[in-house]
T-cell receptor, first 111, second 112 residues
C-alpha cells in the first residue's frame, strides 16, 4: 500500500471530550510522527514513534498521547479537549533517512 | 531554543519571473534541513533533504541550497502550478532523538 491515510478527515468535538485520530502508514515505514498545524502556521511536532516506541516528543502536555502498531498504523489520542486544540492534525511516516510522507490530515474543531 | 524563520511570508510572481525563498535557522547539531510544498487542504509534500553546507539539490524548476545559517529555495521560471506554501524544517538532536522544527512557510502565488 502506498501513501499515508488519515481518518476521519473532519471531526467536531465538544470541549472536555476525548478524541482518537487514526493513521495508516506506508508498508515498511517504521517511523511515524504526528503534528498539529494551526491556520497560517507551520506544523508543530507532537511526538514520534519508532518501532512502536515513543522516541521523541515536542512541547505538548501529557493529555496528547499516541500508539504505533505492528501493521504500520498509529493513533493520536487527545484527552480533555480545549478550544485551542482546534487545528489540522497531520501524520507523517518514513523509512529511516528518507523524507517524511504526510497524510492529508484530520481537521479537528472543538466547540 | 531551535528556531526556523522563513521569508518572505508571502510572494507574488508573474509566470516566468524567477525568485528565491529563504529559510534561516539556529539549531545545535543540524541533522538535516527539509523542504516541503503544501497545497491548501493537503498535507506537506516532500521536496528535498540537505545535510551539509554547500549541498545543492534540484528538481524541475526548484533548486535548494544550504549554508551553515540558511537555506534557499530557488524557483526558476515559475508556472501557476508552482503556487503553494513552501515549508522549511530542520532536524536536530533533542533528548536522545531527533526533533523536527518547521518554519511558518512562504505562501507563493504565481500569476499567469
Amino acid at each position: 500500500e502506498t501513501g499515508v491515510t488519515q481518518s476521519p478527515t473532519h471531526l467536531i468535538k465538544t470541549r472536555g471530550q476525548q478524541v482518537t485520530l487514526r493513521c495508516s502508514s506506508q508498508s515498511g515505514h517504521n517511523t511515524v510522527s504526528w503534528y498539529q498545524q494551526a491556520l497560517g502556521q507551520g506544523p508543530q511536532f507532537i511526538f514520534q514513534y519508532y518501532r512502536e516506541e515513543e522516541n521523541g516528543r515536542g512541547n505538548f502536555p501529557p493529555r496528547f498521547s499516541g500508539l504505533q502498531f505492528p501493521n504500520y498504523s498509529s493513533e493520536l489520542n487527545v484527552n480533555a479537549l480545549e478550544l485551542d486544540d482546534s487545528a489540522l492534525y497531520l501524520c507523517a511516516s518514513r523509512m529511516m533517512g528518507d523524507g517524511y510522507t504526510f497524510g492529508s490530515g484530520t481537521r479537528l474543531t472543538v466547540v | 531554543e531551535d528556531q526556523v524563520t522563513q521569508s518572505p511570508e508571502a510572494l507574488r510572481l508573474q509566470e516566468g519571473e524567477s525568485s528565491s525563498l529563504n529559510c534561516s535557522y539556529t539549531v545545535s547539531g543540524l541533522r538535516g534541513l527539509f523542504w516541503y510544498r503544501q497545497d491548501p487542504g493537503k498535507g506537506p509534500e516532500f521536496l528535498f533533504t540537505l545535510y551539509s553546507a554547500g549541498e545543492e539539490k534540484e528538481k524541475e524548476r526548484l533548486k535548494a541550497t544550504l549554508t551553515k545559517k540558511e537555506s534557499f529555495l530557488h524557483i526558476t521560471a515559475p508556472k501557476p502550478e508552482d503556487s503553494a506554501t513552501y515549508l522549511c524544517a530542520v532536524q536536530a538532536p533533542s533528548g536522545g532523538s531527533y526533533i523536527p522544527t518547521f518554519g511558518r512557510g512562504t505562501s507563493l502565488i504565481v500569476h499567469p
